[in-house]
């Protein structure tokens, strides 16, 4: 037996131990004859697979060379590997056969967990479709993630009022005039949202139809135009967006824009945030600036291939969103 299996068979024994005393301290009693017999037995095995697990250990240690014991822990990496392999395949086949109405007995620790409103989504593919979102939003990279539960709270320091904290010369032994500088709190809920991708009967049953790439690709990209659009726009009593920004400068015509109000746009922005500042365009807004040219008939808007999003204007990239207005 190898010290994987060992150390699962301890965590197991363990797990048993524990609940043995939970149920005494729910119930408020003493252990009874059965129950004390019971943790000694479990204290006993525990006790002995950690002799063992040491002995195994130590007796790598004294005799085997570097070599084989490197061999060794990379035969059980490759094991543990395939093992992973394997689990993510049954999960997927349990999810396209629960899609397509297929009953099949599976290993419980890939059966697909069920609810009021169905089944839930396996960890391998839930992993799946955040991946393809992120491929089809890459804004959505661009944002602090916050993995949390419940409602978060954010201090920060707010510049905007009065009292802000200011720096200036002073006249020696002349006291300074203190200003109290205040901090206030970003107050973020959790709202739980959902999408629904509705599939014909008749590509269920077809065999050949790799099902579950399709249902990948569906929920990926609504997921991805969704929350592109909450980040951008919003959705009042939700998500306030980029409603709250108010900076901007308004050009000459409503119908046309020119390259000194680009340039104006640009420098609006404080120092302190130019380095990681984007452009997010409406593909309208994009073709027009794509149009515009210098005084040397060279296009204002240059391809980079070094850019996460192919364009750069005014030296930061361009990111283009059906969802901006």
């Keep these: 037996m190898n010290l994987k299996a060992l150390t699962e068979q301890k965590v197991e024994k363990q797990n048993e131990m524990e ?3 939970d149920t005494d301290k729910t119930e408020k009693r003493a252990f ?3 129950e004390s017999e019971l943790f000694t037995q479990l204290e006993s095995v525990i006790q002995r697979i950690t002799e063992t697990i040491n002995a195994i250990s130590k007796g790598r240690e004294l005799t085997k060379a570097p070599e084989a014991e490197e061999k060794e822990e990379k035969k059980e990496e490759e094991e543990e590997m395939k093992e992973e392999e394997n689990k993510i395949a049954q999960e997927e086949r349990a999810f396209e056969d629960y899609i397509r109405g297929v009953v099949l007995e599976t290993r419980a620790d890939v059966n697909l967990t069920k609810g009021e409103n169905g089944a839930i989504i396996p960890t391998s593919i839930a992993k799946k479709i955040i991946k393809k979102v992120y491929d089809v939003s890459p804004l959505l990279e ?3 993630k916050n993995n949390v539960k419940g409602k978060l709270e954010i201090t920060y320091y707010n510049e905007t009022n009065e009292s802000k904290v200011n720096m200036a010369y002073v006249a020696e032994f002349v ?3 203190s200003n109290v500088g205040k901090f206030s709190t970003i ?3 959790g709202f739980l949202a959902g999408a629904l991708a509705k599939i014909s009967k008749l590509l269920i049953n077809n065999s050949d139809f790799n099902l579950l790439n399709e249902v990948i690709n569906i929920m990926s990209e609504s997921i ?4 592109e659009k909450e980040l951008i726009t919003g959705t009042r009593d939700k998500v306030d967006g980029l409603k709250g920004v108010t900076l901007g400068v308004t050009t000459a015509s409503s119908t046309a824009i020119t390259t000194d109000e680009i340039i104006k746009l ?9 380095k990681n500042a984007i452009w997010i365009m409406n593909p309208e807004t994009l073709t027009a600036i794509s149009l515009l040219k210098d005084n040397n008939g060279r296009y204002l ?7 996460d999003f192919g364009y750069t204007l005014l030296g930061k990239p361009v990111y283009e969103s059906d969802t901006m207005p």
């Design 19 to 21: 609940k043995l005393l």
């Design 32 to 34: 009874t004859d059965e």
């Design 142 to 144: 661009k944002t602090t």
């Design 175 to 177: 006291s300074l005039e």
């Design 187 to 189: 107050k973020l809920t």
């Design 224 to 227: 991805a135009r969704w929350v």
């Design 266 to 274: 640009k420098r609006s922005i404080k120092q302190s945030f130019q």
């Design 301 to 307: 808007l240059q391809d980079d291939l070094t850019s």
